[in-house]
Structures are given as C-alpha cells and as structure tokens.
C-alpha cells in the first residue's frame, strides 16, 4: 500500500497530531485512535479530524477522505453523526 495519506488532530487548542505521509490504513487507525478525544471535545474546543489522501508529498494537501469538524457533527447517544444539510440546486436560466 503506497504512502500517499496524511492524518490530522486539532483538538482545539492545539495540534495533537500532524502525520507526514503515511498508508491508508495507517491514516484510519489514527483516526480511530483520536475519534473518542474528538467526541469529548466537541461542543468545548471546536476539534477537528481530517484524513487527506492522494498527497504526492508532505507539504501538498490535496483531497479529503473525511474531515470532521464541530459544525458537521451531532451527537446523539453517544455517537458522532455527520450533519446532512440541506440544499438547494438552482436552474440556469436563460434571458
């Protein structure tokens, strides 16, 4: 499996984890590992979660597999859902 992800953690005050490259698999294990402190922090510190995929180094961000952030997330018995939003796609309309 190439290297080619990166994971991050802020928990709201500061940067808990900042990976250089790393494997998928890698990237969702810590992920896994961080979901609970990101859960517990959620609604105090504004935390945020992100697995990137597809960097060709560690300086180049370039797609997000997931990002989780206090404003995309609800808590209901116990557990973190992402938010479905609503919304709307307009028509282009012709003069």
Known sequence: MSKDCM???YN???MVENTGLITLDEAKK???KYLS???SELYIN???LCIWIN???EA???E???YLEESDCVVKDGKVYMRVGKFEIKEQQND
Request: hydrophobic share 35%; charged share 30%; with cysteine.
């Open 46 to 48: 504004d935390p945020e």
């Open 64 to 66: 997000k597999l997931i």
């Open 30 to 32: 810590m992920f896994n």
């Open 12 to 14: 709201g005050i500061k």
């Open 37 to 39: 402190d990101f859960e």
């Open 60 to 62: 180049t961000y370039i």
């Open 7 to 9: 994971f991050q953690y």
């Open 55 to 57: 960097c060709p180094d």
